[in-house]
């Protein structure tokens, strides 16, 4: 019954903000213990409902009118930049139990948040959290072990919010990866041809490009589509 009252509080708040202008591509994913619900909502920014919790990530103001969504059971920030971090959506969606995950550089404009740090795993809301190296290997935006991305399992399906990263080696350590969400912009993440390496690497049988930009995303399903076992899903998100 509770997962059906979370799931009906994320269609009224779609329909709320689709009156509002707003609205946002969302997709489910099946699992072991029933439906994982995506909600592309824009840029870096996602939600999850899953067993009747609700998961915010990087929710920014910029991008969704936070008072008309779900209050969110468990939210993960990835960094401390302004299109990834905004306390006062952080506030709009926070209840009594919300449980925050931060990277260190995220303590001072949210002194609630627990820290992880890259390598950590953890549970948070009956879910596996797992955070791991998110930098810049070319540019200086994004210095190693400042930012986290993070590896959720949801019963029997795990995914990957990458976070503002490029192909690192690290992504070779990453396996059963069902869902990855790959950030692609120069000059701050990858190029187009980066992130197409970078699923390859990582092998997810579901590709998001996310924080798009202008990026080429028709050039990326051409890199792809000889990628066999790798769906690339192309949503709004730039």
């Given at each position: 019954?509770?997962?059906?009252?979370?799931?009906?509080?994320?269609?009224?708040?779609?329909?709320?903000?689709?009156?509002?202008?707003?609205?946002?591509q969302e997709?489910?994913?099946?699992?072991?213990?029933?439906?994982?619900?995506?909600?592309?909502?824009?840029?870096?920014?996602?939600?999850?409902?899953?067993?009747?919790?609700?998961?915010?990530?990087?929710?920014?103001?910029?991008?969704?009118?936070?008072?008309?969504?779900?209050?969110?059971?468990?939210?993960?920030?990835?960094?401390?930049?302004?299109?990834?971090?905004?306390?006062?959506?952080?506030?709009?969606?926070?209840?009594?139990?919300?449980?925050?995950?931060?990277?260190?550089?995220?303590?001072?404009?949210?002194?609630?948040?627990?820290?992880?740090?890259?390598?950590?795993?953890?549970?948070?809301?009956?879910?596996?959290?797992?955070?791991?190296?998110?930098?810049?290997?070319?540019?200086?935006?994004?210095?190693?072990?400042?930012?986290?991305?993070?590896?959720?399992?949801?019963?029997?399906?795990?995914?990957?919010?990458?976070?503002?990263?490029?192909?690192?080696?690290?992504?070779?350590?990453?396996?059963?990866?069902?869902?990855?969400?790959?950030?692609?912009?120069?000059?701050?993440?990858?190029?187009?041809?980066?992130?197409?390496?970078?699923?390859?690497?990582?092998r997810p049988?579901?590709?998001?490009?996310?924080?798009?930009?202008?990026?080429?995303?028709?050039?990326?399903?051409?890199?792809?589509?000889?990628?066999?076992?790798?769906?690339?899903?192309?949503?709004?998100?730039?």
């Amino acid at each position: 019954m509770k997962t059906i009252f979370k799931f009906g509080l994320l269609a009224s708040a779609a329909l709320a903000l689709i009156s509002l202008g707003w609205s946002f591509q969302e997709d489910i994913i099946k699992t072991s213990k029933g439906d994982l619900k995506i909600t592309c909502i824009r840029h870096g920014t996602l939600m999850f409902g899953f067993d009747g919790k609700i998961i915010h990530v990087d929710p920014v103001g910029q991008f969704a009118d936070y008072s008309a969504l779900p209050k969110a059971d468990l939210i993960l920030i990835t960094h401390e930049h302004g299109d990834h971090l905004d306390p006062k959506a952080v506030a709009a969606i926070t209840k009594p139990g919300t449980e925050i995950v931060a990277s260190e550089s995220c303590k001072a404009a949210l002194p609630a948040a627990v820290v992880m740090k890259n390598g950590e795993t953890k549970i948070f809301q009956g879910i596996k959290i797992e955070a791991v190296p998110a930098y810049n290997l070319t540019a200086v935006f994004h210095p190693k072990g400042r930012g986290n991305g993070y590896v959720l399992t949801f019963a029997d399906k795990r995914v990957y919010v990458a976070g503002d990263t490029e192909n690192i080696p690290e992504l070779a350590a990453l396996k059963d990866i069902d869902v990855a969400f790959l950030p692609m912009n120069l000059p701050y993440t990858m190029s187009v041809e980066m992130a197409a390496a970078a699923a390859k690497v990582v092998r997810p049988k579901i590709f998001y490009p996310y924080h798009f930009g202008n990026s080429d995303t028709a050039k990326l399903v051409a890199l792809m589509k000889d990628e066999k076992g790798i769906e690339v899903r192309v949503r709004d998100m730039k």
